[in-house]
């Protein structure tokens, strides 16, 4: 018999897959995985995309407090590992500067309009609540847009 735990991850996993999908990208594809629990290096956030290793997102066991956060958090971490697999993480944050972002925030600004763009609500951005042009602009680079 598993633990009891074991069982409740594995809910979770599922619900958080389940999530991911409907952002209408191809994250297995691309070998990204879902893993339960605080981020080994950077403990105690809702959500962590792993910088190092490029596949894997963890959801932390606070981020399953509120369906809303929770689907925010995923898509947000989700949108982070679309930043990279885009290849165009320069572009990405470049897009962000009108609304007075660069570098890393700019990507973080970016990943909450994406998360929006794919569902999440608006009001629940962790950064910033992003506006219609932005959003719209990174709907633009979803759909394969980058001039």
């Given at each position: 018999?598993?633990?009891?735990?074991?069982?409740?991850?594995?809910?979770?996993?599922?619900?958080?897959?389940?999530?991911?999908?409907?952002?209408?990208?191809?994250w297995?594809?691309?070998?990204?995985?879902?893993?339960?629990?605080?981020?080994?290096t950077?403990c105690?956030?809702w959500?962590?995309?792993?910088?190092?290793?490029?596949?894997?997102?963890?959801?932390?066991?606070?981020?399953f407090?509120?369906?809303?956060?929770?689907?925010?958090?995923?898509?947000?971490?989700?949108?982070?590992?679309?930043?990279?697999?885009?290849?165009?993480l320069?572009?990405?944050?470049?897009?962000?500067?009108?609304?007075?972002?660069?570098?890393?925030?700019?990507?973080?600004?970016?990943?909450?309009?994406?998360?929006?763009?794919?569902?999440?609500?608006?009001?629940?951005?962790?950064?910033?609540?992003?506006?219609?042009?932005?959003?719209?602009?990174?709907?633009?680079r979803?759909?394969g847009?980058?001039?």
């Amino acid at each position: 018999m598993a633990p009891a735990g074991a069982a409740d991850a594995g809910s979770q996993l599922k619900q958080v897959e389940s999530l991911a999908d409907t952002s209408g990208w191809d994250w297995r594809k691309v070998h990204v995985q879902f893993r339960i629990g605080f981020a080994p290096t950077a403990c105690c956030h809702w959500g962590v995309y792993d910088p190092n290793d490029h596949k894997t997102i963890w959801i932390g066991p606070t981020a399953f407090g509120d369906a809303t956060r929770l689907r925010y958090v995923v898509l947000h971490e989700l949108a982070h590992a679309w930043q990279w697999h885009s290849h165009r993480l320069k572009k990405l944050s470049a897009d962000m500067a009108p609304w007075g972002y660069s570098d890393l925030d700019a990507l973080e600004a970016g990943a909450d309009c994406i998360a929006t763009d794919w569902g999440a609500d608006a009001a629940a951005g962790h950064y910033w609540t992003c506006p219609p042009d932005a959003r719209g602009l990174m709907a633009q680079r979803l759909a394969g847009q980058w001039k």
